[in-house]
T-cell receptor, first 112, second 112 residues
């Protein structure tokens, strides 16, 4: 079953604008990860944030985690056409399942 | 460069004809995963190996089997493909369960 729900399902913005995607999940987690997937390709890991962390940065990416609300957000600043892709959050729950459960994804389109 | 390799990238098979997809890794990771991803959906975990220990998801059909003869290789066998099995199949690895996963480019399976 899906652990994460992402919002919005699709997002179109102008190049240079910031893009924000949200992820909500249901169970207690050890960590939450964000992945990018270009059309027809495999997923690429972007960032991992652990349950005891609240914010993490990597280049133009900023991820926040609110475990009390069971939610996370991914902010991409100064978007570029190459950022066009689908973005998935994935959670590792703390039940010892040894796996990630992926959210439904946000399809991001950057308009040049 | 260390990587996850999937062969073939595209596979066409006939309804009911067994097919095998392969995955290899040069990362020396303990964990290998197989996902099924249908159009515009999140990856769905089929099973994973933690070293030699096989872990099947409860809702993975019996039609899907896997083999991991050594650390580097993992195979997905579809014994009798149906039209509903047409999808992208993604292989991923991680050094430890729940940590960052490294994905291959995927094999797109078409069932005629």
């Amino acid at each position: 079953s899906q652990q994460g729900e992402e919002d919005p399902q699709a997002l179109s913005i102008q190049e240079g604008e910031n893009a924000t995607m949200n992820c909500s999940y249901k169970t207690s987690i050890n960590n939450l990860q964000w992945y990018r997937q270009n059309s027809g390709r495999g997923l690429v890991h972007l960032i991992l944030i652990r349950s005891n962390e609240r914010e993490k940065h990597s280049g133009r990416l900023r991820v926040t985690l609110d475990t009390s609300k069971k939610s996370s957000s991914l902010l991409i600043t100064a978007s570029r056409a190459a950022d066009t892709a689908s973005y998935f959050c994935a959670t590792e729950d703390n039940f010892g399942n040894e796996k990630l459960t992926f959210g439904t994804g946000t399809r991001l389109t950057i308009i040049p | 460069d260390a990587m996850v390799i999937q062969n073939p990238r595209y596979q066409v098979t006939q309804f009911g004809k067994p097919v095998t997809l392969s995955c290899s890794q040069t990362l020396n990771h303990n964990v290998m995963y197989w996902y099924q991803q249908k159009s515009s959906q999140a990856p769905k975990l089929l099973f994973h190996y933690y070293d030699k220990d096989f872990n099947n998801e409860a809702d993975t059909p019996d039609n899907f089997q896997s083999r991991r003869p050594n650390t580097s290789f993992c195979f997905l066998d579809i014994r009798s493909p149906g039209l509903g099995d047409a999808a992208m199949y993604l292989c991923a690895t991680s050094s430890n369960a729940g940590e960052t996963q490294y994905f291959g480019p995927g094999t797109r399976l078409l069932v005629l």
